[in-house]
């Protein structure tokens, strides 16, 4: 009898599933969120702030997709792509140092081409979407490889440096069983409590969908949450508000039909996501991206527009997305002139440990411009300031 139920036991546990058996899924780490709550008032008592320049210009006509890092000794890390256009077998991914005493950026170097990662990745035939992020070990550039066609054809690559300067080989980051194809990543990265990795990502190979990946150091792709939904939302961007919780804001990816910018939300730091809602915002088929303030507040900067990319806006809810701002206009372009490009997309919203909050972004795809901003400007502005 001992050993029949002794067997029975052992059928038992083995049947468990094997979730049960594995690690709790970590929290978002809470040090960067504790330093802005814990400075509220300084950041709102400051005087308003709004600063505006372009990044240094880069060899071509061509520039898009900017991502920032804050380095420890609080310089500021900006990398973005160029050549002639998308997926075009020229493209480089530069990188750009802001020296905070000196107050300028150095000259943009190339950090990544499609013939380096060819050399360690195979065949890629161009390259695009930068992301940075710094981890306890060292600096990430998250990247997007095009092994063939458009984006569509992309997969998720990854390289790692201590300095900046050195980079070792970039590997996959192996998100999809199908030969990796149609995976790619853009979204500001957000740190795990256990030194993991939220990344953001997101699948264009005939069906579209987003999720959050949880990657290792070394690139390797721990588990995969998906946003389930049966409309092409694409781009996620992460806001973590908490240990626990965080929102998704969605790009709306039609070639022809505009929409609004959609949202989720999570209760277990990722592990699971809520229906996806739609907002207020209006835009059509661009990157969207949103950052927490001191206040629990959040800005949301989108293209503003249901035709086009002229419109670059931001919007503030104070309640989660329940309840939204008018938009702020940070770019309106109505010049009929169509010789240039008239573009101001792809923002990439980042706060410093100051409390300033920068926003880089595409501009006529010729330049990337950075704005930078405090919380008492936020609430300085009547637009922001005031709900719908």
Request: hydrophobic content about 40%; aromatic content about 10%; proline content about 7%.
């Amino acid at each position: 009898m001992t050993k029949t139920w002794l067997l029975r036991a052992l059928l038992v546990i083995a049947a468990l599933p094997s979730i049960v058996l594995q690690k709790p899924h970590p929290r978002f780490a809470q040090t960067g969120m504790s330093a802005l709550h814990g400075g509220a008032q300084t950041l709102l008592s400051a005087p308003a702030s709004f600063h505006a320049e372009f990044l240094p210009p880069i060899p071509g006509d061509f520039v898009h997709g900017a991502t920032m890092l804050e380095l420890p000794n609080g310089n500021l890390a900006a990398a973005w792509y160029g050549g002639t256009d998308e997926i075009m077998p020229d493209v480089k991914i530069y990188l750009s140092i802001y020296d905070q005493q000196a107050k300028r950026w150095s000259i943009p170097v190339v950090i990544e081409t499609a013939e380096a990662a060819r050399k360690s990745l195979g065949m890629v035939k161009s390259i695009g979407n930068p992301v940075l992020y710094h981890d306890r070990h060292d600096y990430k550039l998250f990247f997007v490889g095009i092994v063939k066609g458009g984006w569509s054809g992309g997969t998720i690559c990854m390289k790692s440096s201590p300095d900046l300067v050195h980079w070792g080989p970039p590997v996959h980051v192996v998100s999809s069983p199908l030969f990796d194809l149609g995976m790619l990543v853009r979204g500001a990265p957000a740190p795990y409590d256990d030194g993991t990795i939220a990344l953001p990502i997101y699948h264009q190979l005939n069906a579209k969908w987003s999720a959050i990946a949880r990657v290792d150091s070394e690139g390797h792709v721990l588990d995969i949450a998906r946003i389930d939904d049966l409309r092409p939302l694409l781009q996620p961007w992460l806001v973590p508000t908490s240990a626990t919780d965080g929102i998704a804001f969605l790009r709306f990816s039609h070639p022809h039909q505009p929409y609004v910018v959609t949202m989720s939300k999570t209760h277990d730091a990722g592990a699971h996501w809520s229906d996806v809602v739609p907002t207020p915002l209006v835009h059509r088929d661009s990157q969207v991206s949103g950052i927490l303030l001191s206040d629990n507040s959040i800005l949301v900067f989108y293209n503003g527009s249901a035709w086009d990319r002229r419109d670059l806006s931001v919007a503030r809810t104070t309640d989660g997305g329940i309840h939204w701002s008018w938009p702020y206009h940070l770019e309106h372009d109505t010049t009929g002139n169509d010789i240039v490009r008239r573009e101001y997309s792809y923002p990439y919203v980042y706060r410093t440990r100051d409390g300033n909050i920068h926003v880089l972004y595409t501009w006529q795809r010729t330049r990337i411009r950075h704005l930078t901003f405090n919380e008492a400007w936020v609430h300085a502005n009547p637009t922001l300031a005031a709900l719908r």
